[in-house]
C-alpha cells in the first residue's frame, strides 16, 4: 500500500470542512475510501461516516470496489462489502442506503445523491464528484448541519464536462483559491501536478503487471491530451479548469479563420416553392459525382430559416459543398428537396426533430430507413455543439471564405449558463443574415453527426463512416 504525496496530504489532513478540487482518475476516491475506513477502525461505535455518489452504481462501487479492499487487507470483520445490504435511512420518503458495519460498531452508509437523505443525520460526511450532483446547492446544505458536533465534511470532485464556472463547486473552488473562504482546508492537484508526485510511475506499475507498455511521463500526457475531443475537455477533466460560460463563442475566432478555404459550393436560398433541379435525384447523383456526403436538415417554417447544410466527406475533413435555406417555405416543399438529396444514394442525413420538424423528419425517417435519422435538440444540443467545436478545433471542417456570412453564422453560438450552472449553448443573430439564428450553424453540426455515425449507429470519423458507402446506397436504392 502506497500512496503519492497529494494523495497523503488528503488523508492526513483533519479539517472539518475540506474541499478537492482535483483531476480525473487521479487517485482521490481512492484516498478517500481509506480515509474513512481508517477512521471507522479507530472510533467504533457510534461512528457513521456517510458518503453521498452521484449514482447509485457510483454508490455501490464506492463499497465494493474500494472500502471492501481496506477492510479485507485490515483483516477486520465487516459486513455488506457486496454492496447488497441495504438499510432505509428516511422511511417517511423510502429513501435507503447501502451499509457496511464493522465489527466494532462503525458504519459507511453510501448512498446516491438525494440531498433529503441526509435530513437528522449526523456523522462524517464525504460528498463525491459533487460536480455531478444535480443540485449541489441542496446537497451541501443538508450536508453541512449533520457535522455540527463534530463531525468532517469533505467535498471532492473533478469538473463535469457539462458543467460551467457557474456551478456551486466551480464558485466555492475559485473563492478558495483567492483567500475568501479561510476556514475551508482547500486541496487542488490537476493532472500534471500529480504526474510531479509521481502518478505515471505509479500507472506504469500497473502496466508493467499487465503486461503492457510502460510510458514515460510526456508520453502519457500527450496520450490523454490527444485522446480529449477539444481543449476544453481536456482542461475541464484534467487541468481543474472548469468550462467558460460567460458568452463566449463556442468556435474559436482562431479556429473559424483556420477553416476558411477557397471553395466553390452551390449556395440556394428558396423563398418561392420552385424546386428547379433541386427536386431531382438525379441532378443531385450527378453533383455528388459518386462521392460520399453528409448533410444537415436545420427545420424551420416561419421567423427563421431552415437550412441544409451538405459536406463532402473527405479522408481527413469534410467540406462544405452545397449550402441551401428556406424562407416561409411549406414543410411539404422542404420535404421534397430533402427527398431528392437522399435519393440520390450518395447521401446520409440528420435533421432537427425538435417541436414543428417531426413529423417532417419521421416521414423522411420511413421513407429512407437507415439514411435519415431526426434527432431531439432538447435531449441532443450539448452534444452537437460539443462535436461541432471539436471538429472545428482539430481543423476537419473547411468552409468558404467567399460566404462570410457562414462564419457570422458559426461564430453566433455562444456558451452561457443555465439552472444549477449547466453549460448551455444559446443563439445570437446573425449579423450578415438577420434570419438567421445560428440556423446555418445548427444544420452543420447535424451534418457532422450524420458523418461522425457509421451506417451501423456506431461512431467513426469521416473517412471510416463512408467506407464501402457507394456500395451499400446500389443495394438500398436498386
Known sequence: MRFLPY??????????LKLYEKTRRGGITYATSY???????????PFVQWVSSRDEITAREFITDYVAKWAEMANHAVTGLDGADLEVVDPNRGLS????????GARIYSLSSNPLAFAGKGGDVLVDEWDLHPDQAAVYDMAYPCITWGGQLELVSAYDASGSENTEFARLCRACRNGEKPHISFHRTTIEDAIREGFVETVNEIRQARGMKTQTREEFLAQLRAGCRTRE?????YMCIPNRAGGEQLILPADLARAEADLEILRLHFTEEEYGDAGDPAFWSAFFGGAPHA????????GDLSSVWINRLGKDAAELRAL???????????????RAILDSGMAQGRGDKTGLGMAVCEELEEACPGLFSGVNFASSKLMLGTLMRSVFESGQQKIPRAFPEIRADLAAVRKTSGGGGRLLFTEKANSLLPESHC??????ALALLAANESPSGTDSGFAEAFDNRSERCEIVWK
Open 295 to 302: 448533410f444537415g436538415f436545420d427545420i424551420a417554417r416561419t
Open 324 to 338: 441551401l435555406t428556406f424562407r416561409s417555405c411549406r414543410f411539404g416543399f422542404q420535404k421534397t428537396v430533402v
Open 7 to 16: 494523495q497523503k496530504r488528503w488523508i492526513l489532513d483533519e479539517s472539518p
Open 97 to 104: 442506503a447501502r451499509v457496511v458495519r464493522f465489527h466494532n
Open 233 to 237: 475537455a481536456f482542461e475541464s477533466q
Open 35 to 45: 480515509r474513512a475506513v481508517v477512521k471507522c477502525l479507530k472510533r467504533g461505535a
Open 439 to 444: 440556423d446555418l450553424a445548427w444544420s452543420c
